[in-house]
T-cell receptor
């Protein structure tokens, strides 16, 4: 049973560029959340998607946007990249009847 | 706003017990979690506790919750080298992290031979 899968695992961008990260939830899960983990910090909540809509959002600017597809997979888009966007981006999935999140291994973004 | 605090480092000898502490500020925290992160990996859920519980035990792991003091601890019995990792405490007002989990900065557990 595959868990949460994310792609790509690593990528390098330059300031001002745009990036798209992808996530496939664990089988049976329909809700996807995204977190940003800067070096030496705990993860910070970006937003959560359920039924193809953004349900909750953390304290992140509009440059961060997302999408959920009918198969429950999700994308995180970041526009106008800043050096400070360099981080590990974690995707987590759950279902409406569960109390816990299952995390993927993350996508490490480096902005130069 | 909501805040979760943890000490940054803990060093223990192999075979001893490790106790990792966490404090939080949100009075409406309902779910409290412990996650483990190994180098280059994502987060692995270790255990979680509801705010109406005082203690939860799961094999080598014991979680204690003092809701009055907003203090959570994770005890790992018979610590092994494989327990070396960063341990994150997190809280949420709702199950499944619907409103987002708030994490601490993590405690680096260092195992001495």
């Amino acid at each position: 049973d595959a868990g949460v899968t994310q792609s790509p695992t690593h990528l390098i961008k330059t300031r001002g560029q745009q990036v798209t990260l992808r996530c496939s939830p664990k089988s049976g899960h329909d809700t996807v959340s995204w977190y940003q983990q800067a070096l030496g910090q705990g993860p910070q909540f970006i937003f959560q998607y359920y039924e193809e809509e953004e349900r909750q959002r953390g304290n992140f600017p509009d440059r961060f946007s997302g999408h959920q597809f009918p198969n429950y997979s999700s994308e995180l888009n970041v526009n106008a990249l800043l050096l400070g966007d360099s981080a590990l981006y974690l995707c987590a999935s759950t279902s409406q009847v569960q109390d816990v999140l299952t995390f993927g291994a993350g996508s490490r973004l480096t902005v130069l | 706003g909501e805040d979760v605090e943890q000490s940054l480092f803990l060093s223990v000898r192999e075979g001893d017990s490790s106790v990792i502490n966490c404090t939080y500020t949100d009075s409406s925290s309902t779910y409290l979690y412990w996650y483990k992160q190994e180098p280059g990996a994502g987060l692995q859920l270790l255990t979680y506790i509801f705010s109406n519980m005082d203690m939860k035990q799961d094999q080598r792991l014991t979680v204690l919750l003092n809701k009055k003091d907003k203090h959570l601890s994770l005890r790992i019995a018979d610590t092994q080298t494989g327990d070396s990792a960063i341990y994150f405490c997190a809280e949420s007002d709702s199950g499944g992290g619907a409103d987002g989990l708030t994490f601490g900065k993590g405690t680096h557990l260092i195992i001495q031979p």
